[in-house]
């Protein structure tokens, strides 16, 4: 399927610095998943959003959905420890399929 | 993430063996997928199934097969035409009504020596 690009590939940073990464695409798209994945663990589901200029925020996590709805951001503040691991967005396919895109791998340090 | 089960967590092969790793969910969720991922890759689908007795190829079907006979299991088998088989799989299911979001097993590490 199309792929769906992230960047960066990989950040690291201190603890307390914020961090971001960008989900792409080339079409729009109906809606844009997060997942969080732990180092040695599996996908969770964060959120997902529908609307153009949608934002939406989880304690110190912030979702936006673009307004032509072609790209995502996730957006932590003041990192901790736990926040480490590789965050995928992910875009809805045809029959309930998902297309994850490519990850972005955050390392944070004390 | 809780309702997915994958056994065995660690797997090991020899080349040239079939070998069937599980995935079974008590969520009554009617969709199915499986999903392989390389060390610092993103998932890439292997099969789905949206319903029992039915499937669907994904992306890299090559050298798998699946079936799905009742509704709470979706096991795949990795033969021996998988070329790289080496790699972490995961199982995961989803509501048709909600049929985006996914809920993922805890994944089956499979080596093949």
């Known amino acids: 399927g199309q792929q769906v690009m992230q960047i960066p590939q990989y950040q690291h940073v201190q603890e307390g610095e914020d961090f971001t990464t960008y989900c792409n695409s080339s079409t729009t798209l109906s809606n844009i998943q997060w997942y969080k994945q732990r180092p040695g663990g599996h996908p969770v589901f964060l959120i997902q959003l529908v609307k153009s200029g949608e934002v939406k925020k989880q304690k110190r996590l912030t979702f936006q959905f673009g307004e032509a709805k072609k790209n995502s951001s996730l957006h932590i503040t003041a990192t901790q420890t736990t926040d480490v691991g590789t965050y995928f967005c992910?875009?809805?396919?045809?029959?309930?399929?998902?297309?994850f895109g490519t990850g972005t791998r955050l390392q944070v340090t004390l | 993430d809780g309702g997915i089960t994958q056994s065995p967590k660690y797997l090991f092969r020899k080349e040239g063996q079939n070998v069937t790793l599980s995935c079974e969910q008590n969520?009554?969720?009617?969709?199915m997928y499986w999903y392989r991922q390389d060390p610092g890759q993103g998932l890439r689908l292997i099969y789905y199934s949206q319903i029992v007795n039915d499937f669907q190829k994904g992306d890299i079907a090559e050298g798998y097969s699946v079936s799905r006979e009742k509704k709470e299991s979706f096991p795949l088998t990795v033969t021996s035409a998988q070329k790289n088989p080496t790699a972490f799989y995961l199982c995961?299911?989803?509501?048709?009504?909600?049929?985006?979001?996914?809920?993922f097993g805890p994944g089956t590490r499979l080596t093949v020596l």
């Open positions: 969520l009554n969720h009617d969709a």
């Open positions: 995961a299911s989803s509501m048709r009504s909600r049929a985006d979001t996914q809920y």
């Open positions: 992910a875009k809805a396919g045809t029959a309930s399929k998902l297309t």
